[in-house]
Structures are given as C-alpha cells and as structure tokens.
C-alpha cells in the first residue's frame, strides 16, 4: 500500500486501481474509509471507468460494432504504475497498450493524483486521448465513509446536506433493475436523514450539486466531499432485503457520466451524460474530501 501523510491525514492507496483504502485522522484518532468488508461490499473507493453504472444488457455499441461491459468499467480492476511520489502526494499512471481493445476501442492515459492540503484529500483525474478518433467515455467516483464514526452513534444519527449548484435546475433520478428514470426536479433539497429504506431500491442521485456534507447529531465529526462542475452525483449503501437494513457505510460519488436510460439505444456517442474527448486531447476534473 502506497501512503502520503501530513500533520492531519495518513492515507493508504493500493496500485490496483488507483483505490483509496483508509484514511486515519491523526488529531482526532478516527478512520472514515470504510473497511471493504466484502460481507457488505469488498470495494473501498474505487475508480469508475470508462463508463458509471450500468449498461443496457450490459453492452453497447460504436460504429457499428458491439462490445460488452460490465457494470462501473475495468479501470478500477487494473494495475497502476507509480508516476511520482513525495510525501503529501502521488500520482498512479495507466495505459492499457491495447489490453483492452475487445471492450472498449480506444487507446488513452489515466492519471490519477491524490494531493494531501491539510485535513483534505484532493483527487484529480487526467485522461488524455491517445487514440485517432474522437473517444467517448464516462468517469466517476464511490468513496465508501464508515458510519456510525463513535461508538455511541447509530446510522440514523446521521444526515447529509445537499448544495446545489448555482442557478442549475437540480433533477432527481431513481434506478429501475439499474436502468435510469428520471423522477423530475427536485425543488426542495432538505436534508436527507440517513435510513436504509432510502436505499432500498439502490442508489439516490441527482444532477446539479456541488457538494454533499455527511454529518452527525451527536458529535462535530464527519466528511464534506465539494464536487463542483459535475453533472451528477450517487448515494448509495448495501441495502439488506431479508431484514432491511443498510450496511455502515454510505458513499458520495460524483460522475462525470451515468448509468444507462431505460429507453437508451445503446449507442455510445448518443449515451446520456457521456463525454467526448478529441484526438490528442486531455479531460480533467478534480474532488475534494475534506475529514471533520
């Protein structure tokens, strides 16, 4: 495991994928990552690339041609090299060298950094066009934060609070067999109260917010992730049917893309929320989470 640290933060990376998998706050004693107790879910933070959510049948076409992908994409699966390390930061570099051309057509650079400023944690995502065509893609983030963070909370002690984004309509979309409706807009972004039932049919998400803050009612800890410029962002935590409860986790996950409408063609240059990037070119966005 790869680790950057300040006077604030220690975190742990791993290679494969580029993964977040603990952050310790030095002043305060506290974990916030979730353990990747694969009895609830093995993935801690991973990357989603170069798709978010999932496909139509889990295929899609371009140019006529079909390939198949399975839910969230393949970056968060691969190995990354090391681009550069210092002690309040590095970077993770791949290039799939033609590993990947049976699913997805095109030749690209993913560069991910993570940048320690105090108690935050800043990642930006470079991917750079390296194929001779336009290239289409989708890219997100699922940080996974263990709740309750005391042991003298609960999950329902729990809330998060919404920003939205300036003068943008914020919409509300619900997943059906994880396929996208879109519910309509979202005219009041109260604060959400953490239950499991909220999860009950999968994730929550929205278009058009800039920040979510989860916090507690009994202490002054918890975890602002700021997002802003992105068109989406999910909700989600493992939902258990059989009693109906919600595993102690919930992740904020800012996309640069989304799952698969219902109604969708399942062609990739006409996919909603997809991105397109030039030949030679370069797209890059950045979160921060700051650790209360």
């Given at each position: 495991m790869?680790?950057?640290?300040n006077d604030?933060?220690?975190?742990?990376?791993e290679?494969?994928?580029?993964?977040?998998r603990?952050?310790?706050?030095?002043?305060?004693?506290?974990?916030?990552?979730?353990?990747?107790?694969?009895?609830?879910?093995?993935?801690?933070?991973?990357?989603?690339?170069?798709i978010?959510?999932r496909?139509?049948g889990?295929?899609?076409?371009?140019?006529?041609?079909?390939?198949?992908?399975?839910?969230?994409?393949?970056?968060?699966?691969?190995?990354?090299?090391?681009?550069?390390?210092?002690?309040e930061?590095?970077?993770?570099?791949?290039?799939?060298?033609?590993?990947?051309?049976?699913?997805?057509?095109?030749?690209?650079?993913?560069?991910?950094?993570?940048?320690?400023n105090?108690?935050?944690?800043i990642?930006r995502w470079k991917?750079?066009?390296?194929?001779?065509?336009?290239?289409?893609?989708?890219?997100?983030a699922?940080?996974?934060?263990?709740?309750?963070?005391?042991?003298?909370e609960?999950?329902?002690?729990?809330?998060l609070?919404?920003?939205?984004?300036?003068?943008?309509?914020?919409?509300?979309?619900?997943?059906?067999?994880?396929?996208?409706?879109?519910?309509?807009?979202?005219?009041?972004?109260?604060?959400?109260?953490?239950?499991a039932?909220?999860?009950?049919?999968?994730?929550?998400?929205y278009?058009?917010?800039?920040?979510?803050?989860?916090?507690?009612?009994?202490?002054?800890?918890?975890?602002?992730v700021a997002?802003?410029?992105?068109?989406f962002?999910?909700?989600?935590?493992?939902?258990?049917?059989?009693d109906?409860?919600?595993?102690?986790?919930?992740?904020?996950?800012?996309?640069?893309g989304?799952?698969?409408?219902?109604?969708t063609?399942?062609?990739?240059?006409?996919?909603?929320?997809v991105?397109?990037?030039?030949?030679?070119?370069?797209?890059?966005?950045?979160?921060?989470?700051?650790f209360?």
């Amino acid at each position: 495991m790869i680790v950057i640290e300040n006077d604030w933060l220690k975190v742990g990376i791993e290679s494969k994928g580029a993964e977040v998998r603990k952050v310790e706050h030095k002043k305060n004693e506290l974990d916030y990552m979730w353990t990747g107790d694969s009895a609830y879910w093995g993935r801690v933070s991973p990357v989603l690339f170069p798709i978010v959510g999932r496909l139509k049948g889990d295929q899609y076409q371009i140019d006529g041609q079909t390939y198949e992908m399975s839910q969230h994409g393949f970056l968060r699966d691969v190995e990354f090299n090391i681009d550069d390390h210092t002690t309040e930061q590095v970077s993770f570099v791949f290039e799939p060298a033609g590993r990947f051309l049976d699913v997805y057509p095109y030749e690209f650079k993913a560069t991910i950094y993570y940048i320690l400023n105090k108690d935050s944690l800043i990642v930006r995502w470079k991917i750079e066009n390296d194929s001779k065509e336009e290239m289409y893609f989708s890219i997100g983030a699922h940080p996974a934060f263990r709740i309750p963070l005391l042991e003298n909370e609960t999950i329902e002690d729990y809330r998060l609070e919404l920003t939205p984004a300036t003068n943008k309509t914020v919409l509300n979309y619900e997943l059906k067999e994880s396929l996208i409706h879109e519910k309509g807009t979202a005219n009041d972004i109260a604060p959400i109260s953490l239950t499991a039932s909220l999860f009950k049919n999968d994730a929550v998400i929205y278009s058009n917010i800039d920040s979510i803050i989860l916090s507690s009612n009994k202490s002054s800890h918890g975890v602002e992730v700021a997002f802003n410029g992105f068109p989406f962002v999910g909700i989600w935590s493992k939902y258990n049917e059989t009693d109906g409860t919600m595993a102690p986790f919930v992740c904020i996950e800012p996309w640069y893309g989304i799952a698969d409408t219902h109604d969708t063609s399942g062609n990739m240059k006409d996919k909603f929320g997809v991105n397109r990037l030039e030949v030679g070119k370069t797209f890059q966005a950045e979160y921060e989470m700051k650790f209360k």
